[in-house]
């Protein structure tokens, strides 16, 4: 029960409960249609590439406007941010529906609705995702984080398996499928109203421009920062390379319908949330690095048992390890960052973050034109050892910064406030008796001593750094 009470306790803070449920199921609806763009774009054209182009404009919308979506969110109130944002893409999901129910859609329109919707979320992403930490005290911050990673896996596994079995089962179509998610905002958007309109804590305006290079600046001379968020890219990108993969390995490798994707990735959302319960209470502590570490590995073994993966039915039992692994080393990525982060940077660091799933979008054409050429089992295989690399990397890059001290005024730095501190060694009082006393080398140390506080310390980086080290 304890261990239960640490890994929900962002949860009894009544705003972030109510902004937590609305989060995951605005989640839930773009979860849902992520999915299905490759199977759409998949079956007008029976082309992995295809199926990359399409998902692509969400990667244009983000990559050059999650930026400025940071910028906006360190600037005003995050509520009416995260309300237009909700009901532009009611508007986009539904209009989507519309069209491919009607046999109008194209690969031209599909890329378009993407496009939009990676437009709205990524001037409304940051705000929603530093929203959280505006939520709660300082110290759950980690925590509330964790469990806002956890609740995106809920919605990997909510979207897909509602699709599924719309699908499969009912024999819906994609178009049905977009309409019906598009009815979850109808519960979202009242949520939302009811939240508290909080204040962003900006000690100066400056022009936006100024403010997205400062921000950016902030994130590349924290070494921390900086090596987490260049992992978080490589792990974004190639995670979800099997997205855009999956649809055309069950058809060619299989034989198997390109729809039954859906039911990987419900898989995937499972074991994720599977792997984020015990992650959410651990991720404020000291195991956080080494977990980060473990993930990724376990993420590149599963996409390589994947591609391994000789029947179908192994397919499916083995995605549950790369699902596992992906959802587990992006929850400690985020959880790390945010805690490492000043509160009046986050919207702009966690726009930072969010440009990669941009990135993704954008080179989710390049996987599969890969794959038209070498194979979607060999592209996997590929995918892996490009994990398995970077892990290494971060490895490395954690032994350089593991032992920095921790920046005054994150989350980070107020978790380790709040713990006990080791007690002082107790040292019997020397005398002049005493051998290794000496009267003239005390009477030359004193003036030095007493002017230790007074001396400058000396600053990490160009932030004001604490002299605490990390475990």
């Keep these: 029960m304890n261990r239960l009470r640490v890994t929900f306790a962002a949860l009894a803070v009544t705003n972030f409960r109510r902004q937590w449920i609305a989060s995951t199921l605005a989640t839930t609806a773009f979860m849902t249609t992520f999915v299905l763009v490759p199977i759409v774009a998949y079956q007008l ?3 992995y590439a295809a199926s990359g182009f399409a998902a692509m404009g969400n990667g244009v919308g983000m990559l050059f406007l999650t930026p400025l979506g940071g910028v906006v969110a360190d600037r005003f109130p995050k509520k009416p941010i995260v309300l237009i944002g909700q009901y532009s893409t009611l508007l986009v999901i539904a209009g989507t529906g519309v069209l491919i129910a009607t046999d109008l859609i194209t690969i031209p329109l599909l890329f378009a609705s993407t496009l939009l919707s990676g437009a709205t979320f990524a001037l409304t992403g940051p705000a929603r995702q530093a929203w959280v ?6 110290r759950l911050v980690p925590n509330a984080v964790a469990l806002q990673q956890m609740g995106i896996n809920i919605a990997q596994v909510l979207g897909p398996t509602l699709a599924s079995v719309a699908v499969v089962a009912f024999n819906v179509n994609a178009g049905g499928v977009y309409l019906g998610i598009s009815l979850v905002f109808l519960i979202v958007v009242p949520l939302n109203h009811i939240l508290p309109r909080t204040m962003p804590k900006v000690v100066e305006r400056r022009s936006p421009r100024r403010e997205l290079a400062d921000g950016f ?7 921390r920062l900086r090596i987490l968020w260049v ?12 997205q855009t993969l999956m649809p055309g390995i069950l058809d060619q490798e299989f034989s198997r319908s390109s729809d039954e994707a859906v039911l990987i ?3 995937f959302g499972i074991s994720a949330l599977a792997i984020n319960v015990p992650l959410a209470g651990l991720v404020g502590g000291r195991l956080a690095w080494p977990l980060l570490l473990g993930t990724a590995i376990l993420m590149a073994v599963g996409l390589w048992l994947v591609a391994w993966a000789p029947t179908y039915g192994l397919v499916l039992i083995l995605s549950a390890v790369a699902g596992a692994g992906r959802s587990g080393v992006m929850l400690v990525n985020q959880a790390i960052m945010m805690s490492n982060t000043k509160p009046e940077y986050f919207g702009r660091v966690m726009a930072y973050v969010l440009m990669a799933f941009g990135l993704q ?4 054409p390049a996987w599969g034109i890969i794959a038209d050429v070498i194979g979607g089992r060999e592209t996997l295989l590929l995918v892996g050892i490009i994990v398995v690399g970077a892990t290494g990397l971060m490895f490395l890059g954690w032994l350089r910064t593991r032992r920095l001290p921790l920046e005054v005024g994150t989350p980070a730095a107020a978790v380790a406030d709040e713990l006990p501190s080791e007690p002082e060694p107790v040292v019997a009082p020397r005398t002049a008796s005493s051998p290794a006393y000496s009267p003239l080398f005390a009477a030359q140390v004193a003036p030095i001593v007493l002017m230790e506080g007074q001396k400058p310390r000396t600053h990490f980086l160009s932030g004001d750094y604490s002299r605490r080290r990390l475990a």
């Design 217 to 223: 600046h902030y994130l590349r001379r924290n070494p």
């Design 45 to 47: 054209t029976g082309s």
């Design 133 to 138: 930490a505006e939520l709660v005290p300082g």
């Design 361 to 364: 979008s954008i080179t989710a």
């Design 265 to 267: 990735n419900a898989i």
């Design 231 to 242: 992992f978080w890219l490589v792990i974004v990108i190639c995670g979800f390379a099997i």
